[in-house]
């Protein structure tokens, strides 16, 4: 299973970027996928997730307001939405797949190398 996480780079504040992530390979079950991200200096932290059918999102309090999860019909490829984006989003985002559309880091078994978002004026 690979994941390919794109669509970062630089932005201004109050712009908007989407990022997606596409999913490789045969995971055997149906998934949930999910955001994190690790800002400079930082652990990483959970942004957003969504469940196999699209119906069940979750996201972070800093997230919830700003930025969406999607995800497209054939299941495959997750997006993120991110809307009036600020400063402290500069990170790099990663995009995981797991059993359940949990918030902790261990419930994802497949992660991507990550795109980097920097917020900058």
């Known amino acids: 299973v690979q994941l390919q996480a794109s669509g970062g780079g630089s932005a201004q504040p109050g712009a908007s970027l989407r990022l997606s992530c596409t999913v490789s390979?045969?995971?055997?079950?149906?998934?949930?996928m999910a955001w994190f991200r690790q800002p400079p200096g930082k652990s990483r932290e959970f942004v957003a997730t969504?469940?196999?059918?699209?119906?069940?999102?979750t996201y972070s309090d800093f997230a919830k307001d700003r930025f969406t999860i999607s995800r497209t019909d054939a299941k495959n490829t997750a997006y993120l939405q991110m809307n009036d984006l600020r400063i402290e989003d500069t990170a790099v985002y990663f995009c995981a797949v797991g059993l359940l559309p949990q918030t902790t880091e261990r419930s994802y078994r497949f992660w991507g190398q990550g795109t980097q978002v920097t917020v900058s004026s």
């Open positions: 969504i469940s196999w059918s699209g119906g069940d999102t």
């Open positions: 390979g045969r995971t055997f079950t149906t998934n949930a």
